[in-house]
Structure formats: structure tokens, C-alpha cells
């Protein structure tokens, strides 16, 4: 069965302290991870996925399949980066459905 | 860019009736989704569809169905709606290589 835990609900860091959120999987085949953010009110959108390996907005994200992780990363957090960020998963190409964390609320303080 | 929006965008209604949120795709995409996304639970697929009239349940499918008659189209029913029900709606299409591209939601609150 494919799982995606994400084990904090909530984050909180100052701003230009580095940002780790948490992913892990469970997935016994090559699986194809990413990461969503949702700003307040607005729609999901797609941050990152791990087969493209580019960063967006100074997020990183790297699939460790030793670990079943996929931790999203910044160095420097900005206020902007307040948000819902979910880790999904696909079972591979052409599986074409996806599976949510539950999602971590990362709050930055100023 | 795809085109993708949701109506209605909020919506109040008691519990017992029936409800239709329509999801509308301006592209030709053949993969849609109905998600649900409750605090504590992420974001879950209550239903999807791979082509006209081809629809298949996701998580948590009880107490909704779908209907897709036109390719642009992708229409949720509560068929006799609950407070268990009251939560944001999310339509999504698969726009490449697994990746979803997700509606501006529907704010269902059933009283």
C-alpha cells in the first residue's frame, strides 16, 4: 500500500533560520514524490518534484530511498514561505493517482 | 497555462439535500480528480475519472458519485448530503507525467 506521513501538522521558525519538513513513504516500487503548497485560501499548487532535481523559490528536496524520505529543505526562511505544504506520492509513471501527507502548516515569525 | 475552475466557489446548504459541484477543464486532459481536504487528513480522492462516462473510486467515495459526460467536465453529487460532508472540495487534472494541477476549491458547509 502506498502512505505518505508527514509528522509535524505545525512548523514554527524565525525568519532566516533554515526549514526542514518531514516526508516519509511507503511505497514497495520506484515512486515519484513531490511537493504542494497551498498559501492562504488559495488553490495547491505544485512546488517541486523530486525527477526534476531543480529548486524552487530556495526549496530542495532530495529522495533518499534508503530512508523512504523525501524532506523538503530551505536554508534561509522567508515570511512568504507561511503556508500548507503537502508531500505526495505517485506509484511510478503512468499510475497517474496521488497520495497526500496529511500536511505540515509552516508558520514563519518575523 | 490549464484552465480549470470550480463552481459554486462556496456553498451552504442542509443536511438531506442533494448537491452538484461542477469542475470545468478548458483543455483536453484526460484525468480528473475530486479530492477532499479535511484538517488532519491532507488531502484524500473521494473519486476520478480517465475518460467520458470512465469514472473509479478513490478513498473515500461513500456518499458521492460522479458523472463526466464531456471531457471538459467533471461533476461531483452528494446525493443527500451530511455534516460529515462540510469541507473543502478540490478538482484536479493530471497535466503531465503525474503531475496535478488543482481547481481554486469549493467551500461546502452542510448544517
Known amino acids: 500500500a502506498q502512505r505518505v506521513t508527514q509528522p509535524e501538522k505545525l512548523l514554527s521558525v524565525f525568519k532566516g533560520a533554515p526549514v526542514e519538513l518531514k516526508c516519509n513513504y511507503s511505497y514497495s516500487g520506484s515512486p515519484e514524490l513531490f511537493w504542494y503548497v497551498q498559501y492562504s485560501r488559495q488553490r495547491l499548487q505544485l512546488l517541486l518534484r523530486h525527477i526534476s532535481r531543480e529548486s524552487i523559490k530556495g526549496f530542495t528536496a532530495d529522495l533518499n530511498k534508503g530512508e523512504t524520505s523525501f524532506h523538503l529543505k530551505k536554508p534561509f526562511a522567508q515570511e512568504e514561505d507561511s503556508a500548507m505544504y503537502y508531500c505526495a506520492l505517485s506509484g511510478g509513471p503512468g499510475a497517474q493517482k496521488l497520495v497526500f501527507g496529511q500536511g505540515t502548516r509552516l508558520t514563519i515569525n518575523p | 497555462d490549464a484552465g480549470i475552475t470550480q463552481s459554486p466557489r462556496h456553498k451552504v446548504t442542509e443536511t438531506g439535500t442533494p448537491v452538484t459541484l461542477r469542475c470545468h477543464q478548458t483543455?483536453?486532459?484526460?484525468?480528473m480528480y475530486w479530492y477532499r481536504q479535511d484538517p488532519g487528513h491532507g488531502l484524500r480522492l473521494i473519486h476520478y475519472s480517465y475518460g467520458v462516462k470512465d469514472t473509479d473510486k478513490g478513498e473515500v467515495s461513500d456518499g458521492y458519485s460522479v458523472s463526466r459526460s464531456k471531457t471538459e467536465d467533471f461533476l461531483l453529487t452528494l446525493e443527500s448530503a451530511t455534516s460529515s460532508q462540510t469541507s473543502v472540495y478540490f478538482c484536479?487534472?493530471?497535466?503531465?507525467?503525474?503531475?496535478?494541477?488543482f481547481g481554486p476549491g469549493t467551500r461546502l458547509t452542510v448544517l
Open positions: 483543455e483536453n486532459h484526460r484525468y
Open positions: 484536479a487534472i493530471s497535466i503531465r507525467d503525474n503531475e496535478q494541477f
